[in-house]
């Protein structure tokens, strides 16, 4: 009786794994719509069998020898097996074959790494679109070729190589969107860039900051928008700068919820920063300009703010300020200027 339930557990957790990995999700990565992705997905299921294969082996075997050579009924207690000292030739298989399979593996995966980097070919030189990425305490700010900005949402056109050029003013970050490739870090004082070419249109929401940065890092997602190319072109043109008066509120507003209201609020009402809703230095360029380029940390107040906007012009400043003076839950009332 004891032997059959105990038989009955050793088969019901390898068909509990089965089960698990063929009818849960969570054991294939994420979808992807660029050959950089599709490749990684590729290293990712020949390492995958191998080593499934290799996991199936050896338990089949283990479970193999533990039934052969159990103890049965008719053994003296105390029975000693058979004393075995060293097999070379068994040693020396069972070295070669891991060694073989591991070396196979690494010449197979350094193999795949140009498609991975997806590096664009020459002859798409000019047509390459380069991007410039800022990474900063908590948000993503995306700069194209014709000065317009995105915070928090890139847009790239479909079939066309995209160069992102990754830079960092504060701390480790690493821009990952799992749709489109693989994770690069954002590192200060290093430039780094990575390469894909989406082959489907769509929008892409599961963007993430991969390097743990700090208070608000679960906060510093991003999204993308794989448009067609005219759609792209048509993007482009309507952000162009210099922009109009509402298209720059427009912008200003998502500057403020990417860069301040994950600390401060959407309406200002505070959070992990101080509530900052009628604030004058909001609307006070210079005093703008100060705090979000060295941020601060008064001994009066909790916590510490970044300085989020290191570097950014005197239109990232105005647009800002356009923003919070539309707002009636921001502006101070009677204004300031
Ligand atoms: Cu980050």
């Known amino acids: 009786m004891r032997r059959t339930v105990l038989v009955l557990l050793a088969l019901a957790l390898p068909a509990a794994a089965v089960v698990a990995a063929l009818f849960l999700p969570g054991i294939a990565p994420p979808r992807t719509v ?7 997905h590729e290293i990712y299921w020949v390492t995958f069998a191998l080593a499934a294969l290799v996991f199936i082996l050896v338990e089949a075997a283990l479970l193999a020898f533990i039934f052969r050579f159990r103890r049965r009924r008719d ?10 000292h060293g097999n070379t030739r068994v040693e020396i298989i069972w070295t070669t074959i891991p060694a073989v399979l591991l070396l196979a593996l690494a ?5 795949r790494v140009p498609d991975v980097e997806a590096t664009p070919p020459s002859s ?14 908590f948000y993503w700010q995306y700069e194209y070729p014709n000065g317009a900005i995105s915070y928090d ?8 190589h995209v160069t992102l050029f990754l830079r960092s003013t504060d701390v480790a970050h690493s821009w990952w969107v799992p749709d489109l490739s693989g994770k690069r870090d954002a590192i200060p004082g290093r ?11 769509g929008f892409f929401e599961h963007g993430v900051c991969g390097e743990f940065c700090g208070t608000q890092h679960a906060r510093m997602t991003t999204d993308a928008h794989v448009l067609s190319a005219e759609e792209f072109e048509q993007w482009l043109a309507d952000n162009e700068p210099p922009l109009e008066d509402d298209a720059t509120v427009a912008l200003g507003e998502t500057q403020w ?54 570097g950014w012009t005197d239109e990232q400043i105005r647009s800002l300020i356009a923003y919070v003076e539309s707002n009636p839950d921001l502006a101070p009332q009677g204004g300031s200027r």
Do not use: W
């Not at 053994?75 to 075995?84: F, K, N, S, T, Y």
């Not at 010449?107 to 193999?111: G, R, W």
């Not at 847009?155 to 066309?160: E, K, L, S, W």
């Open 107 to 111: 010449i197979y995966a350094i193999a």
């Open 34 to 40: 660029t050959d950089s992705g599709r490749t990684i």
């Open 124 to 137: 798409a030189a000019g047509e390459v679109l380069e991007i410039e990425v800022t990474a900063r305490q």
């Open 153 to 160: 949402a890139l847009y790239v056109p479909v079939d066309t």
């Open 75 to 84: 053994m003296p207690d105390g029975l000693e097996g058979p004393q075995i």
């Open 257 to 310: 919820a990417a860069a301040c209201a994950k600390c401060h609020g959407l309406a200002g009402e505070g959070g992990y920063g101080p509530p900052l809703a009628g604030n004058t230095t909001l609307v006070t360029e210079d005093a703008l300009r100060q705090i979000v380029t060295e941020g601060q940390d008064l001994d009066a107040n909790p916590g510490y703010m970044p300085p989020v906007g290191r």
């Open 191 to 201: 430039l780094n860039r990575i390469n894909f070419r989406a082959t489907e249109t």
